[in-house]
């Protein structure tokens, strides 16, 4: 921001973080906005709620937790030299905060930007200055003490006078604060020189174990009274002299300004500029994206097979919401995997909307309808989707079997699971794995070191362990592969962010475009053996798939399907219309080898044997000892409604039920008798089941970043408020003359007209103490005997009785109050001639 | 494009028809176990013990890996690798070893590997003081215990403890008529590097030569332990034929005779035999100082064997098998107790290389008449499969299949007396069954093995161990219901390689829809799983068709 128009933009106040925000353009907000989301939600009404609201603690410890080392030292770089209780002009300028990091100055620059960006510094001209709330949250940035004038200003005033006495300065308020006298003499380097030189030889090593912080020491007797003359020991010297201050009765502190001319100007010993090394195992960049796009496949395999599964069978939910142990282990088992590993598929299945607690009172967990188009898509798509909604859940399987605090074990799929920095710390691990170079399976210590860099704020054991929970369920995702970041992944990464839509739900994904190269793809083609199992040697077309698993069991899963026929699988197909013949022509047709006799035999076996016997419904039967009378029945034609349905000479089945049976063949003349009744056979497979609703994934914690448009808006509401409360909504004096009187229905009906009109109007009102007063409002409405408006004088919106409205009196167009605050209200109209 | 695809259940299909298929089977062979070999695609498995064998045997996590990764058709999963990795790293994290000051020992190169094992409650009584922070005395008599109990808790230890070297004997091999196989020189040289483990190789691939190799390898006192009777006399045959030993030399230990010689051949019977419950032939472990104890068919060694084997840990130890596969799933037993597998050939390739017959298996159906299949369906459930199986209509179905295989020595094999007694009426051939004097069944397969004798009807006593090498047709008319073992070791008396290297035939009578004919698939599978492609034929049809 350009000095010359920040002062025209404040007239000549004071720069304030306030009017630097109102300052910046649009796209400087939109980026303060996207990079701290929780600034508007919900937007604030105007810059001034912006400006409170971002340099609020809570707000700002946000942000602080997401900075690397780097940028915090910056910060306290800030903090420390930037602090306006030193004398000069508040801030830093960049030159002297790189000089006082050993840098040079376009170093900073990125992360100065991004200090900026975030709003947590701003521009004073040339200077940086840090918002206030930092030195709360930093007491002691780099180390250092408070400065001189603060410590001092602390001190009693006859030990100030002695001090400037034995600093050989006026003592006394005659000139002005003695504490501001020695801060002004102590700030000088020379004279710290001095001072410590004469403090004797013995005070060097005292003072120095206070420079590169904490700059506080422990002293009995802090506080006690002395002079140069009667100082003995060390720190005795030293206190009396002013190099170190006492602040309270045990401890002493060594000022901001002594402790960094003692550091010769340096802020830190180490400036951790940047992030330390990565450094691993090497893998050919043919493994890692072997093994992950393996693994990838793997995941999508094992969600579909496990919600194949939950469809004929699904496990219940528990009371807290989650799925059983049992349930879990089972889910393991037939996936032929560990628990660790069905509890993340399962998490994931459920972030991504494929399952979902079936609304019964007896709840299960069931694919929901999503799940169906999901498997409609091609593998690469599959992924994405899971990815994606693991990348941004805030489940966390791994915490699955763990203990909460009273000691309960957590389930899967239960509330127990959610960590709001979960999907943070994803992404962290990610970007950190995406740092190293191509190639390269960094390992966990140098994944952590890495961490600790980029995140300093928020080391700690939970974060390790989602660290470690982010980096297994990256593997078992196939983001990772032999340890290394997948090409699929890195492509994941880089377009997260590019679009509002989720990734998964773009027409172009380059994340899955890189995977589809690596997955193998559905084929039609198998392999038929004499020992009756056929092999699908990769994934099969969806159709292919549906009529293998008919009419063969399956017996192992993976990069193949291995099937197994046997005679109870067979049946199944011809129990679910399909001929032996049809059976043998389909495996003809997708075999790649002749097929094998046995299975011909085993085929034609069965199908010799099936539907010998057959089995039909009927809801009812009516037997009848003489034919005839059957005969007459069937071929009345008032029966026809019936359905009847001669199956032997003497009986006839009906589909009618037995009820409506008797009752229509009594109306027809007949004298029916019940006889005690068959239940019918139900042969029809039961269609999968589906959960009724969608999933609701659950989200807490962070608000989820607004997107651009959403950005905009804000922006635009904001400067709305801002521009209502700066420039039009400031309190317009009142005329100085009587407030205006009118009768109460010529009140009402002016009123009315100033509504209908839209003018502003001046009143005169009683107020509920019975004061009179005048202002000038916008009437909005009247109604109910209230006149809703918008009162200028006190630049707030108010209700007015009508009755204690003393009067009304038109303000001419020179004196709308939609004139700037600076233009005075004239004289008051003359009242209305009523 | 690869040959290979790997499955979430560690089960790894190979595709014989691709060029690499070769190449990969052998990358493979080490450290999984073949499971299926149908036509098309084998299956091989990959379990800790099939990876632990591996590691016994030098290869590394790292080389598994990267058979994968050369050979896999898809991406392999990172947690299969991970997994592969991790149960590798597992064996010999702990090694069994002779301290010279404290005896046999225990050492660990990781420490808090040992801990968690000196805590197991399992392991307490085997093992003593702690002398080192890495290392404790071992029980003597616990080393075979221990190995086993390691196993279970999934820290196979390696034993390099050594062997006792047992009292010398001079035994060689006696080669002038006949030459050692390469595969059997191999075989025995890996055992005899090894000091003890377990050869895998075909019936009819010459298992007893390879135990006489291994004996003139270590050239000590050697017990052998063998299945049955018919079985002692065959290993006892064939030594004095392949080596110098001489018929002194040879003792044998079995129901009927109890000798004890520098080289002692026992049945398992014998051995496991218990008389006031206990077992009475015990001592024949300590009779002798042996150097060398051969365990045959060690796929059906009996559980006492097992107890007792664990006290023989310091004596060399050679298993011999066909298969690892127990039905009984003790595959870790024979792993800690016997020792690892040292050598393995695919059936199938023994085959190409003309070391094994190849077979052709035929099913033959026969309908059972009406009055039959009333019969059948009204049997008890007990009887119904005698009664499907010796139907009559076999009959006539064996004596057109004779007549069509006439001049080849055939083996008629059955389960039921009567019905095998029947056939030998009707075929006028002479039937070997249990109440067969031992002389008297020896006469009849030496007649058949000189061709005096061309058809033979034997029930289950010839299952095992009998080497007929000249029969070239089978026909089974009934087996113990469904066992596949049996299946195997039948067809296996087909397998020895024949002088003008026929095809030899295996005919399976089953009656139709019944369950004769289930059993029947079940046995099938097994073959099939061989890489013996079978066919089904009616028999009707056998006459057109065959």
């Known amino acids: 921001m350009i000095d010359a128009e920040a002062e025209r933009n404040t007239r000549g106040r004071p720069p304030t973080f306030t009017s630097w925000l109102r300052n910046l353009t649009d796209t400087e907000l939109a980026a303060l906005f996207a990079a701290r989301p929780d600034l508007i939600s919900p937007v604030p009404a105007d810059i001034a709620a912006l400006a409170a609201r971002a340099a609020a603690k809570p707000a700002v410890l946000r942000v602080l937790d997401r900075l690397d080392r780097f940028s915090l030292q910056i910060l306290e770089g800030l903090v420390a030299l930037g602090d306006d209780r030193l004398a000069g002009p508040p801030g830093v300028e960049p030159g002297a905060l790189a000089a006082a990091l050993g840098l040079p100055v376009d170093r900073l620059d990125p992360a100065l930007a991004t200090l900026c960006r975030t709003a947590l510094v701003w521009e004073d001209g040339k200077h940086l200055r840090p918002v206030a709330v930092l030195r709360d949250i930093i007491p002691h940035p780099a180390g250092l003490g408070p400065p001189l004038r603060v410590l001092l200003g602390a001190l009693p005033a006859d030990r100030l006078n002695r001090l400037a006495t034995d600093l050989g300065l006026v003592a006394g308020y005659a000139e002005g604060s003695p504490a501001e006298r020695i801060a002004a003499a102590l700030s000088r380097p020379e004279r710290i020189d001095a001072l410590l030189d004469s403090a004797g030889a013995d005070a060097g090593p005292v003072i120095h174990r206070l420079v590169w912080g904490p700059p506080h020491g422990t002293v009995s007797e802090a506080a006690r009274d002395i002079d140069t003359a009667s100082a003995a020991s060390p720190i005795e010297r030293l206190l009396a002299r002013g190099l170190l201050v006492p602040i309270d009765g045990s401890t002493v502190a060594l000022p901001l300004e002594v402790g960094l001319h003692l550091r010769g100007g340096l802020l830190f010993q180490h400036v951790a500029a940047t992030a330390p090394e990565l450094s691993g195992t090497e893998r050919t960049p043919t493994a890692i994206t072997r093994a992950s796009a393996g693994q990838a496949f793997t995941a999508i395999r094992s969600v579909e097979e496990l919600l194949e599964h939950w469809a004929d069978d699904p496990p219940s939910v528990l009371r807290n919401g989650g799925l059983g142990t049992r349930d879990l282990r089972r889910a393991a088992r037939e996936l032929d995997t560990d628990e660790a590993g069905t509890a993340l598929f399962i998490e994931t299945a459920h972030a991504a909307g494929l399952i979902a607690a079936d609304g019964d009172v007896d709840g299960e967990w069931l694919p929901t309808p999503d799940y169906d188009l999901w498997r409609e898509t091609t593998p690469e798509r599959r992924w994405l989707r899971l990815a994606e909604a693991w990348l941004r859940s805030t489940r966390v399987a791994a915490l699955n079997g763990s203990k909460d605090a009273r000691g309960r074990s957590r389930a899967v799929l239960s509330d127990g699971l959610d960590r709001r920095s979960a999907p943070e710390v994803r992404l962290d691990v990610l970007r950190a794995l995406a740092a190293a170079p191509e190639g390269l399976a960094p390992a966990p210590e140098s994944i952590a070191d890495h961490l600790a860099w980029q995140r300093p704020r928020r080391q700690g054991p939970t974060y390790s362990e989602l660290v470690d929970a982010a980096l297994r369920e990256a593997a078992a995702l196939g983001l990772t592969g032999r340890g290394a970041l997948a090409p699929h992944a890195r492509a994941l990464l880089d377009e997260l962010d590019e679009q509002d839509a989720p990734v998964a739900d773009r027409e172009e994904a380059r994340s899955a475009a890189v995977l589809a190269g690596e997955l193998p793809q559905p084929a039609d083609r198998i392999l038929v053996q004499a020992d009756l199992t056929a092999i699908a040697p990769g994934p099969l077309v969806p159709e292919l798939a549906r009529e293998l698993a008919l009419a063969a069991d399956v017996e192992s899963t993976g990069g193949a399907t291995v099937y197994r026929f046997t005679s109870a699988s067979i049946r199944r197909a011809l129990d679910a219309g399909r001929g032996a013949a049809d059976l043998t022509a389909l495996l003809e047709r997708h075999s790649s080898t002749p097929l094998p006799q046995p299975l011909r035999y085993l085929i034609s076996d069965v199908g010799r044997r099936h539907g010998r016997l057959r089995v039909g419904t009927a809801s009812s039967y009516l037997r009848c000892e003489e034919p005839a009378l059957l005969d007459e029945l069937v071929s009345d034609r008032r029966a026809a409604d019936l359905a009847l349905f001669r199956l032997a000479p003497t009986v006839v089945a009906s589909r009618s039920t037995r009820p409506v049976l008797l009752e229509r063949l009594t109306d027809l003349g007949y004298h029916p008798v019940a006889e005690a009744a068959d239940g019918a056979v139900q042969i029809s497979r039961p269609d999968p089941r589906r959960a009724e609703g969608r999933s609701v994934s659950r989200h807490i914690g962070e608000p989820a970043p607004p997107g651009p448009k959403l950005r905009a808006a804000a922006i635009r509401a904001i400067r709305a408020g801002d521009a209502a409360a700066t420039a039009v909504r400031r309190p317009i004096p009142a005329p100085d003359a009587e407030p205006p009187r009118s009768p109460t229905a010529a009140t009402l009906s002016a009123l009315t007209a100033a509504v209908a009109r839209g003018r502003s109007v001046w009143i005169g009102y009683l107020d509920t103490d019975g004061r009179a007063s005048s202002r000038i409002v916008e009437p909005a409405s009247v109604d109910g005997g209230y006149l809703t408006a918008y009162d200028a004088t006190r630049a707030a919106v108010h209700r007015f009785a009508v009755h204690r409205i003393t009067g009304v009196a038109d303000l001419d167009s020179g004196q709308e109050p939609t004139t700037t605050a600076e233009q005075t209200a004239g004289d008051p109209p003359g009242a209305a001639g009523f | ?546």
């Not at chain 2, 032939?281 to 559980?303: M, N, S």
């Not at chain 2, 066909?322 to 039905?327: D, I, K, N, P």
């Not at chain 2, 006593?461 to 049996?486: K, Y």
């Open chain 2, 1 to 546: 494009m690869s040959c290979l695809i790997v499955q979430s259940d560690k089960t790894l299909l190979l595709e014989v028809g691709h060029e690499l298929a070769d190449e990969c089977r052998r990358a493979i062979a080490p450290f999984a176990e073949l499971e299926r070999a149908p036509e098309h695609v084998h299956t091989y498995r990959v379990t800790p013990l099939a990876l632990w064998n591996a590691r016994a045997a030098g290869h590394d996590a790292e080389q598994v890996i990267d058979a994968f990764i050369t050979y896999s058709r898809f991406p392999v999963p990172h947690s299969l690798l991970v997994d592969i990795t991790e149960t590798m790293d597992r064996y010999g994290r702990l090694r069994l070893h002779a301290h010279p000051a404290h005896g046999l020992v225990l050492q660990a190169l990781d420490r808090a590997v040992l801990e968690e094992v000196v805590r197991a409650k399992k392991i307490k009584g085997m093992l003593g003081e702690r002398v080192e922070p890495d290392t404790v005395v071992v029980h003597p008599s616990e080393r075979g215990n221990l190995k086993q109990a390691l196993l279970k808790l999934g820290w196979p230890a390696e034993d390099l403890a050594g062997y006792v070297d047992g009292e010398a004997h001079a035994i060689d091999l006696a080669e002038g008529d006949w030459e050692l196989r390469g595969y059997q020189r191999e075989a025995a040289d890996s055992f005899h590097a090894g000091g003890s483990g377990v050869v895998v190789l075909p019936c009819g691939a010459g298992k007893t030569i390879v135990g006489a190799a291994a004996m003139s390898l270590v050239k000590a006192t050697t017990l052998i332990l063998v299945t049955n009777t018919v079985s002692v006399h065959q290993w006892r045959g064939e030594l004095l034929r392949r080596t110098t030993l001489t018929e002194d030399e040879i003792g044998e230990y079995s129901g009927t005779r109890k000798e004890i010689r520098p080289v002692t051949i026992a049945t398992y019977q014998v051995m496991a035999a218990r008389r006031k419950g206990v077992h009475s032939h015990l001592e024949l472990f300590g009779a002798r100082d042996w150097g060398l104890v051969i365990y045959d068919e060690v796929h059906l060694l009996p559980a006492p064997i097992f107890r007792m084997t664990a006290e023989l840990q310091a004596r060399r130890r050679l298993g011999l098998t066909a298969t690892l596969v127990r039905e009984d799933g003790r595959e870790g037993d024979v792993f800690s107790l016997i020792g690892p597998k040292r050598y393995d050939a695919p059936w199938k390739e023994m085959e190409n290389q003309g070391w094994i017959a190849p077979a052709d298996c035929v099913e033959v159906r026969v309908n059972l008449s009406d009055a039959e299949r009333l019969a059948y369906a009204t049997a008890e459930p007990e009887d119904r499969y005698r009664f499907c199986a010796s139907s009559a209509a076999k009959i006539s179905v064996v004596q057109e299949l004779i007549r069509r295989h006439e001049g080849e020595q055939t083996l008629i094999i059955g389960s039921y007396i009567d019905q095998l007694d029947e056939l030998g009426a009707a075929l006028d051939a002479p039937v070997i069954k249990g109440e067969t004097r031992v002389k008297e069944r020896e006469r009849l397969f030496d007649a058949f093995r000189s061709g005096e004798l061309s058809t033979l009807v034997v029930s289950k006593v010839a299952n095992f161990s009998i080497d007929l090498p000249e029969a070239g047709v089978a026909i089974q008319v009934s087996g113990s219901f469904g066992s596949r073992q049996e299946e195997a070791q039948r067809l296996g008396r087909l397998l020895r390689p024949k002088s003008d290297s026929r095809t030899a035939r295996f005919y399976a009578v089953v009656a139709r829809d019944t369950i004769d004919q289930e059993f029947a698939a079940h046995r099938q599978r097994f073959l099939a799983e061989q890489g013996y492609a079978y066919r089904i034929a009616d028999a009707d049809d056998v006459l057109d068709e065959l």
